[in-house]
T-cell receptor, first 114, second 115 residues
Framework: AQSVTQPDIHITVSEGASLELRCNYS??????LFWYVQSPGQGLQLLLK??????LVQGIKGFEAEFKRSQSSFNLRKPSVHWSDAAEYFC????????????FGKGTKLSVKP | DSGVTQTPKHLITATGQRVTLRCSPR?????VYWYQQSLDQGLQFLIQ???????AKGNILERFSAQQFPDLHSELNLSSLELGDSALYFC??????????????FGNGTRLTVT
């Protein structure tokens, strides 16, 4: 079955600390992988995506993610978290078909301590 | 601002009723997607329209229907509402109908509460 697992429901980090949000996926075909961020009261915004090629992808707001096929993972990282990064983060997987037919994880809520 | 407009922002209605949610896509985008976000199910893809035609269907109930009009705005109709339909409904738009070269642009959602 196709699925995305984000094992951490809620993570709290101190401002300036590094961050890693975990994402594991199960997908039968070649996966297209995405990370989206949702701020309170807002829609989702794309942070980065992976289709093929270099397994380390850079996104907006200083985020990066690494695709590890052997581990079926696509973890999101940021070297130094800012208070404005507090939001909910969603990992998603899709195929080559319909662009919007993505399978989303349940999300990880990030809180940032001053 | 994503450029995707959803109305209304909030909707409170009773069980058994019917509601219509509206979405205006970003200028130039031909695809519209509807998603439901609930606490227990998370974010689920419902349906996609491209230039007026249905392109893909996800976990959309038979009580729900959608359409995309010639001016490219879309409406999601929810009927015979149940308590479990209470959720945040998102619309997203993109230029493409297939492929992932262009990102999805999400609206801010319509929060539906069924009492």
């Amino acid at each position: 079955a196709q699925s995305v697992t984000q094992p951490d429901i809620h993570i709290t980090v101190s401002e300036g600390a590094s961050l890693e949000l975990r994402c594991n996926y199960s997908y039968g075909a070649t996966p297209y992988l995405f990370w989206y961020v949702q701020s309170p009261g807002q829609g989702l915004q794309l942070l980065l995506k992976y289709f093929s090629g270099d397994t380390l992808v850079q996104g907006i707001k200083g985020f990066e993610a690494e695709f590890k096929r052997s581990q079926s993972s696509f973890n999101l990282r940021k070297p130094s978290v800012h208070w404005s990064d507090a939001a909910e983060y969603f990992c998603a997987v899709g195929g080559r078909g319909s662009q919007g037919n993505l399978i989303f994880g349940k999300g990880t809520k990030l809180s940032v301590k001053p | 601002d994503s450029g995707v407009t959803q109305t209304p922002k909030h909707l409170i209605t009773a069980t058994g009723q019917r509601v219509t949610l509206r979405c205006s896509p970003r200028s130039g985008d031909l695809s519209v997607y509807w998603y439901q976000q609930s606490l227990d199910q998370g974010l689920q893809f419902l349906i996609q329209y491209y230039n007026g035609e249905e392109r893909a269907k996800g976990n959309i109930l038979e009580r729900f229907s959608a359409q995309q009009f010639p001016d490219l705005h879309s409406e999601l109709n929810l009927s015979s509402l149940e308590l479990g339909d209470s959720a945040l409904y998102f619309c997203a738009s993109s230029v493409e109908d297939r492929g992932h070269n262009s990102p999805l642009h999400f609206g801010n959602g319509t929060r539906l509460t069924v009492t």
